[in-house]
């Protein structure tokens, strides 16, 4: 397949024209730009370039705010909430860490609730944040309804994705990121681009029937939850944290409110940050936590999550990234050249 060369620099300047030709101030698109280009950084091609195509056509379509001004309130001591004023997350979050690092730091726990929000891109760039200031740190956001319940064939959850980050003094944070269904939506979409199967358990066609097509899962069928009813359980948990908890949309309630334009949901996110030096090991959290690291990769094969990641940072630096020849066609297009 042909690809394209770019360096990360280019990437990133590319997602900013393609942005602020459709409507995004310089403010909102280089936030956006910053995320995607930590996706391609990370070889994360799902959450890269792939997606501002979803991010523009949600700007013409007059869905997203592309100069969107977050604001930051107070709703309870430890308890932080940003407006996202209709417009992409990247901003919002960045508006909202200072405080919820603050909130943290001084009464040990803190959560930040995002709201009226377009989450789009993948949650580790939030966790992995907040480690490198030394706190631990959950994120949860929804989406569309693209996965049923155990026994149904009616999408209701969405892939509801889910991070977590560790932070590790001296060292790289350790860093988890995954959806609660088999497959990320944006890795089946690529796979039905490229004319590749998926695996089997990652969706059902539209009689409910197990299938390794990816077209059939997008195309009416529908997702499955990791793990059956285990992975369906936490996707469930996502939908109350992100929807009843902090007052915004269930999946389905998004799908309800959506234009149709193909670009991201709205909705909600949760971050839950701890700070590791006000619980009951104090200092001592870190070296504790290095000798279970320790022990997984003394068992040959055994990486820790996010190592993938860290070490596709080594290679994009060096050599930059491959973005396949027709979505860089489509790209150009975007900014009319």
């Known amino acids: 397949m042909q690809s394209v060369k770019m360096s990360l620099e280019e990437a990133h300047a590319l997602a900013v024209r393609c942005l602020m030709q459709h409507g995004a101030d310089e403010e909102n698109a280089r936030a ?16 890269g370039l792939f997606r501002i195509p979803g991010y523009v056509a949600s700007l013409k379509s007059g869905k997203v705010n592309g100069k969107a001004r977050p604001a930051v309130s107070d709703l309870a001591p430890s308890v932080v909430q940003v407006a996202g004023d209709g417009g992409f ?5 960045e508006v909202g860490r200072a405080a919820l690092v603050e909130r943290a730091k001084s009464n040990g726990i803190a959560a930040l609730a995002l709201n009226d929000i377009y989450h789009f891109a993948a949650l ?3 966790t992995e944040a907040l480690a490198e200031q030394g706190l631990a740190a959950f994120a949860f956001t929804a989406a569309f309804p693209y996965v049923v319940a155990p026994g149904g064939r009616t999408p209701i ?4 994705p889910m991070a977590f980050a560790w932070p590790r003094p001296g060292k790289h944070p350790m860093v988890f990121d995954q959806a609660s269904s088999t497959m990320a939506r944006g890795e089946i979409m690529i796979a039905a681009r490229d004319g590749h199967s998926v695996p089997y358990g990652a969706g059902i066609d539209r009689n409910g029937k197990d299938t390794t097509d990816p077209k059939a899962i997008l195309d009416g069928g529908a997702q499955l939850a990791f793990g059956g ?19 915004d949309k269930l999946s389905f309630e ?19 940050a ?4 006000r619980f009951g090991d104090g200092a001592g959290f870190a070296a504790h936590a290095d ?27 060096r050599d930059g990234i491959h973005v396949q020849e027709s979505l860089s066609r489509t790209l150009q297009e975007l900014i009319g050249s």
């Open 157 to 160: 959850f969405g892939t509801n």
């Open 124 to 126: 580790w760039p939030e």
């Open 229 to 247: 009813y285990k992975g369906a359980a936490l996707a469930m948990m996502v939908e109350l944290l992100v929807g009843a908890l902090i007052g």
């Open 32 to 47: 956006v730009a910053d995320i995607v280009t930590a996706a391609e950084r990370d070889l994360c091609h799902s959450h």
């Open 274 to 277: 701890l700070d590791p030096a």
């Open 254 to 272: 998004a799908k309800a409110a959506d234009n149709g334009d193909g670009g991201p949901p709205v909705g909600g996110e949760l971050i839950i």
């Open 89 to 93: 997350a990247p901003l919002a979050l």
């Open 291 to 317: 000798l279970l690291f320790e022990r997984m990769l003394s068992d040959d094969g055994v990486r820790l999550p996010g190592d993938r990641r860290r070490k596709a940072r080594e290679e994009t630096a």
